[in-house]
């Protein structure tokens, strides 16, 4: 929800493409639903216990979804996308 204020989305909070610097695969991507962007919990990690994230763990960024199984938490984070897919 932060990151789409910053983008300038103000309170409509659209579905979020996360894409991941690994090419291929089923988990290179995710679309988070605008339940999810909005879920306070949901988060763009970079540390993790104030350490910089390790690249198992997903270094430079990791998205971390409530409920979301840990294989659809996306590692390797490049590109965030704002928008209803086309």
């Known amino acids: 929800t932060d990151l789409a204020a910053l983008v300038g989305l103000g309170t409509h909070t659209p579905q979020v493409l996360v894409e991941s610097v690994q090419r291929g695969g089923s988990f ?3 679309v988070l639903s605008e339940g999810q962007v909005r879920d306070a919990r949901s988060l763009l990690a970079v540390r993790v216990n104030g350490a910089v994230l390790s690249l198992d763990h997903g270094y430079p960024a990791r998205v971390i979804v409530p409920g979301a199984p840990g294989v659809h938490n996306t590692k390797w984070v ?9």
């Open 28 to 30: 290179s991507s995710v």
């Open 78 to 86: 490049t590109r965030l996308t704002f928008g209803e897919p086309s």
